[in-house]
């Protein structure tokens, strides 16, 4: 590969590749409503289209749902599987959004160029940065980089529900030796990271049950258990004055953040207070002695969600209820098993129910642990260095505090680690009215994926 060249190439096909992605963005693929279900088989046959004029084979797959865009192209190297979804978010509201969100356009801002609409940076802009890295390629080297499958489903923003039983169905033909994934972002503009590590989720509803039936406040009130009342306490006790979870056996599996991980964290340019004000904080409000990024990224959490019970309308009802509720989801880090976590859990809970209360679980809520990428492998290094180049500044490897289900498959079914490198910013109103990316990202993430390619596809 004649890296310069390949850049070069890239740079003065910018407008070019900027009508692509604009193409591509006008297709309103909502995969979540049934009505947009045309238009989301329309946005799979483009892809295929342009990855058979880049020389792939590729064919748009049906499912139950919406098509999984399924291509490979045969090439020295170790086998990478490159990931995306071409599926987006509702645009409601639309009263909201300074231009019809499927009509994207060029705006100027004070912080530079950036393509407006929907879809620019989840995921379309970001999956396009990698199609057009390879487009240079071939048109420097009149071949493809490596050894690739592309895989872009179009049920990510929807659930995926297609998605399990068709790594089930096609898991020979979709295994690779390592899996990249642009559905991502930086750490802070202009610092290029990787994601290493994504949070698991447990989540948990249950019922607290008192009296029998609603009791007038004056006629019972003193002697009657009160379910909100006692379901208060019982979520006072999930956690202690140090903002640790109290439930006996919650952190089993949890490690420290290696120092060598801490160092790069500490030093990527996160700026703790803005990104507390920008939530209306002035401080962290989790475990004591854990930075927010630690917080965010490497902790667990116990979270309440939903607390409810009693009359809820306008003015007032002198009842006691005769129950209350409470959702709550746990995120997950490191080895901790989302089925421990439900039984210490529930176990916290049942031991502490006064006399003549009882407790009923939901029964149909799921729970994924977390995915931990093996970052010792040498390609992410490799990548790491890349990146580090293209942005004249150090990568980073770093956590996400939420999860990317598809991560995890891809390690539990397919047996491979994942590259997860994207180039969004948090700015970028992503499932919200105005989604944008920025004109630097889309540029800079084909000459990120070119530089990557170069180092690990041969």
């Not at 990787?194 to 949070?199: D, E, P, S, V, W």
């Not at 210490?344 to 995915?371: F, I, M, N, Q, Y």
């Amino acid at each position: 590969m004649t890296l310069d060249a390949v850049l070069s190439r890239i740079d003065d096909q910018m407008p070019q590749a900027v009508d692509r992605l604009m193409d591509l963005m006008r297709i309103p693929s909502i995969s979540t409503d049934p009505a947009w279900k045309a238009d989301c088989a329309r946005a799979a046959d483009w892809l295929v289209n342009e990855l058979k004029s880049l020389g792939f084979t590729a064919e748009a797959r049906p499912t139950p749902g919406h098509p999984m865009v399924v291509a490979r192209h045969e090439g020295p190297g170790p086998r990478l599987l490159f990931y995306g979804h071409y599926d987006v978010q509702p645009v409601d509201p639309l009263s909201l959004w300074t231009r019809p969100p499927f009509e994207p356009a060029i705006e100027q801002t004070p912080n530079g160029e950036v393509i407006r609409g929907r879809g620019s940076s989840d995921d379309k802009g970001q999956l396009l940065t990698f199609l057009e890295a390879c487009r240079a390629y071939k048109d420097v080297n009149g071949t493809l980089p490596g050894n690739l499958t592309i895989f872009f489903e179009g049920e990510e923003e929807s659930g995926s529900p297609s998605l399990i039983p068709f790594l089930n169905a096609n898991k020979a033909e979709l295994s690779c030796d390592l899996a990249l994934i642009c559905d991502t972002g930086m750490v802070s503009p202009g610092v290029p990271s990787i994601a290493g590590q994504l949070r698991g989720m447990l989540k948990e509803e249950f019922t607290l049950h008192g009296p029998r039936i609603d009791l007038h406040s004056g006629h019972y009130g003193g002697p009657a258990l009160n379910p909100l009342r006692e379901i208060s306490k019982l979520i006072a006790s999930f956690h202690d004055d140090q903002g640790r979870v109290a439930v006996e056996g919650f952190y089993e599996g949890v490690s420290e953040v290696p120092p060598e991980l801490k160092r790069q964290w500490e030093s990527c340019g996160f700026d703790e207070a803005e990104y507390l004000a920008h939530a209306g904080m002035t401080v962290a409000h989790g475990e004591a002695g854990y930075s927010a990024l630690e917080q965010q990224w490497a902790r667990p959490t116990l979270e309440i969600n939903g607390l409810w019970g009693g009359y809820q309308g306008a003015g007032s009802k002198t009842v006691i209820p005769a129950e209350a509720h409470c959702k709550i989801t746990c995120r997950l880090v490191g080895a901790m098993d989302p089925a421990h976590v439900r039984r210490v859990l529930r176990a916290h809970v049942e031991a502490r129910l006064p006399v003549d209360a009882t407790v009923t679980w939901d029964s149909d809520l799921d729970g994924a642990p977390a995915a931990v990428m093996d970052t010792s492998r040498p390609e992410f290094e490799a990548a790491r260095q890349a990146l580090s180049d293209e942005w004249n500044r150090e990568a980073v490897i770093v956590g996400m505090g939420g999860s990317i289900p598809i991560a995890y498959y891809f390690k539990t079914i397919l047996g491979m680690d994942a590259l997860l490198i994207g180039f969004a910013n948090d700015d970028d109103a992503i499932h919200s009215p105005n989604e944008k990316y920025d004109m630097k990202s889309f540029h800079k993430g084909i000459r990120s994926w070119a530089r990557v390619l170069d180092r690990i596809a041969k």
